[in-house]
């Protein structure tokens, strides 16, 4: 069964743009979730996507935001992007089987730099 | 919340010596533990889980690690390291019933030396 895929790898924009990133997760699985990680604040948790619905959310401004489609791929957006946005972006999907305490599977991330 | 501590931002081990990562978690609740590795310009690997059905969790790549209620600690061990076990390991905590919503510890940078 393929890992979970993110598109793209590697990304520069310049200060002001907006920036999307794609999530496929494991095949079957339902959630997927997105974490931030920098060196200065490590990995944090941004949002999670279930049923394309968001069901949990982190502590990030409102210029960060994602959808989940019908197929479970993830997108996650940051507009008006800062310096301070550079990071590694995770992406994680897990079963999420009712009742059932899941493990989550890591993408290899995309790697953004904000110039 | 919960939280977990992760102490020692860098373990340096001689190969085939003991490796002892540590990690403290706080919860008020049964927590949802994990230790995941990564390694450079990769994402996050599960290494093992608790959940609450073996106080001894046995992992990949010969790691292992004891959930201690009493000292609220899960510290990742490996009898004898490896050259290839240098990487960053990090502690989580899972803060939904799902195992979602993870809370990361520092992370501890382990190098092993020849």
């Known amino acids: 069964k393929a890992g979970v895929t993110q598109t793209p790898r590697y990304l520069i924009k310049t200060r002001g743009q907006q920036v999307t990133l794609s999530c496929s997760p494991i095949?079957?699985?339902?959630?997927v979730s997105w974490y931030q990680q920098t060196p200065g604040q490590g990995l944090q948790f941004l949002f999670e996507y279930f049923s394309e619905t968001q069901r949990n959310k982190g502590n990030f401004p409102g210029r960060f935001s994602g959808r989940q489609f019908s197929n479970s791929r993830s997108e996650m957006n940051v507009s008006t992007l800062e310096l301070g946005d550079s990071a590694l972006y995770l992406c994680a999907s897990s079963a999420d089987i009712a009742g059932g305490r899941e493990t989550q599977y890591f993408g290899p991330g995309t790697r953004l730099l904000v110039l | 919340a919960q939280s977990v501590t992760q102490l020692g931002s860098h373990v340096s081990v001689s190969e085939g010596a003991l490796v002892l990562l540590r990690c403290n978690y706080s919860?008020?609740?049964?927590?949802?533990l994990f230790w995941y590795v990564q390694y450079p310009n990769q994402g996050l690997q599960l290494l093992l889980k608790y959940t609450s059905a073996a106080t001894l969790v046995k992992g990949i790549n010969g790691f292992e690690a004891e959930f201690k209620k009493s000292e609220t600690s899960f510290h990742l061990t490996k009898p004898s390291a490896h050259m290839s076990d240098a990487a960053e390991y990090f502690c989580a905590v899972s803060q939904e019933t799902s195992g979602s919503r993870l809370t990361f510890g520092e992370g501890t940078q382990l190098t092993v030396n020849p």
């Open positions: 919860s008020s609740v049964p927590p949802y």
């Open positions: 095949s079957g699985h339902r959630s």
